[in-house]
């Protein structure tokens, strides 16, 4: 491991580095949720059933899916810096080739490609990020990542209100170009980023690690502590890696806790729309989307108290009660089906603030659980694991809403919500001050107390 890079001060270039890998995280949360607008004219316009626009609103997450664990891999084989702008030109095209579809499958394609790109850009650039930055501001940087995604949730509904506003219905093709212009502003922004050193120095390039941090941290390092610890040489890499017995009750924890936060919480992001209309909200016009988009902005608000509080309490208190304290509001929707839309916006208000610890942890967890040699790997199959129960999520709530109706579906919501919590509680570790991929857990162990220091793996 590497006590320059982790005590190293903070400087421009990390912001700026923060930034440029903020931009997966935004087009995420802009591209998953502006389809939610866009159905709205969507489905009229095209004659959408109600397992057509299911299939819309998933085909982005099973993109994910595939492209999470793919990509994560490919970005610990042949490196961060590779990629990380080729993905930022298939969001392009696929955005721009949206504007002209008119069938639903060609829709559904379009989606499902721009969902590989989104997921090939979490382990490229969160590993990226957390290889560069400094120990005491690595978990605050990491969780700003998901500030991003909830950023470009907001600014979707704001700009599907806009579009709706002033084009009416018929503008759901220019949402979905939209992007667009988010695209080609992040491809300007990572002109020049670096590869990273710890990266470079664990496939044999110790010259070029060297000369990488000196040109950007303005300090002279010893290739020797840029090295991976000896004791992992000759293991097996990748996936296999993830699956040995120090990593794989960590590899279970990431990615089931991950599925369980984000399965509600997409549903109701790409269907908000719906879920607001069933609790008496006019539905179809800007009314239940600006509901929506005040739901979004909660999420956003919500991950910044739980940014100070996981440096200054920890990660694993604030995983352990935030899931916890988010079934609530969610089971009272359960029972109270017939609760005044007011109600139900304030419910789920609570259920988005609450969401705050999780979701800083999303890509902090990870990052911090590995090592260099399948760092990205495992951001990759954490957000791959997410997405089948955000796929599965967004799939059956409109069908659930109109199957099974509102109650059954939020208690459905609050069911998943609390098996994330018996994980975090039975699995979850504080890695709060360490070393990056300093903790080096054993499948024996279950909760690690709240201030253990694990030891070093490199």
């Known amino acids: 491991m590497s006590r320059t890079i982790d005590n190293a001060p903070y400087t421009g270039f990390h912001r700026r580095l923060a930034l440029a890998c903020s931009g997966g995280p935004l087009l995420d949360g802009y591209i998953l949720s502006i389809v939610g607008v866009a159905l709205i004219g969507m489905r009229p316009d095209l004659g959408l059933s109600t397992a057509e626009v299911s299939l819309i609103g998933a085909a982005a997450l099973v993109g994910m899916f595939v492209g999470g664990a793919l990509f994560g891999v490919l970005t610990d084989k042949i490196g961060r810096e590779v990629m990380y702008t080729a993905d930022l030109l298939v969001m392009v095209a696929c955005s721009v080739l949206s504007f002209w579809v008119d069938t639903v499958w060609a829709i559904a394609v379009l989606r499902f490609v721009l969902g590989l790109a989104v ?26 990542q998901i500030i991003a995604w909830y950023a470009g949730s907001v600014l979707a509904y704001l700009t599907g209100y806009l579009f709706l506003r002033f084009g009416g219905q018929g503008s759901w ?71 040995t017995q120090p990593y794989r009750r960590r590899t279970l ?62 990660r694993r208190p604030v995983i352990i009660w935030s899931f916890a304290l988010m079934i609530v509001p969610l089971a009272l929707l359960g029972v109270w089906p017939a609760a005044p839309a007011a109600v139900a916006v304030i419910a789920l208000c609570a259920y988005a603030f609450l969401c705050g610890g999780p979701n800083v942890l999303d890509w902090t967890y990870p990052n911090e659980l590995f090592p260099t040699e399948i760092r990205a790997t495992a951001v990759g199959v954490a957000t791959s694991v997410s997405r089948i129960g955000a796929a599965v999520g967004t799939y059956l709530l409109p069908l659930s809403l109109s199957g099974l109706g509102t109650g ?34 054993s499948d024996s162990s279950s909760a690690a107390p709240a201030r253990r220091t694990p030891a070093p793996v490199g």
Do not use: N
Request: proline residues 6%.
């Open 173 to 243: 093709r220019w949402m979905l170009a939209s992007s667009t212009v988010l695209c080609v502003v992040f491809l300007v922004i990572r002109r020049g980023s670096p590869e990273s050193p710890r990266w470079l120095a664990a496939h044999g390039r110790v010259g070029d690690a060297v000369r990488v941090v000196e040109k950007h941290l303005g300090v002279r390092v010893d290739g020797r502590e840029l090295m991976p610890d000896p004791a992992e040489a000759g293991r097996p890499g990748g996936l296999r890696l993830l699956m």
């Open 408 to 441: 059954p579906t939020m208690l459905i919501a609050a069911g998943t919500t609390a098996v994330g919590l018996l994980v975090c509680v039975l699995w979850a570790e504080e890695t709060r001050g360490t070393a990056l991929g300093a903790a080096k857990g």
């Open 119 to 144: 997921a090939a850009d979490y382990p490229i650039a969160t590993s990226l990020l957390a290889e560069w930055l400094p120990a005491r501001q690595r978990g605050r940087l990491l969780g700003q």
């Open 253 to 314: 924890f990431c990615g089931l806790f991950f599925l369980c936060q984000v399965g509600p919480l997409f549903a109701m992001l790409t269907f908000g729309p719906q879920i607001l209309a069933s609790f008496g909200m006019p539905g179809g016009t800007v009314l239940d989307t600006l509901g929506t988009g005040l739901v979004s902005l909660v999420f956003l608000l919500g991950c910044f108290p739980a940014l100070r509080l996981i440096d200054t309490w920890g």
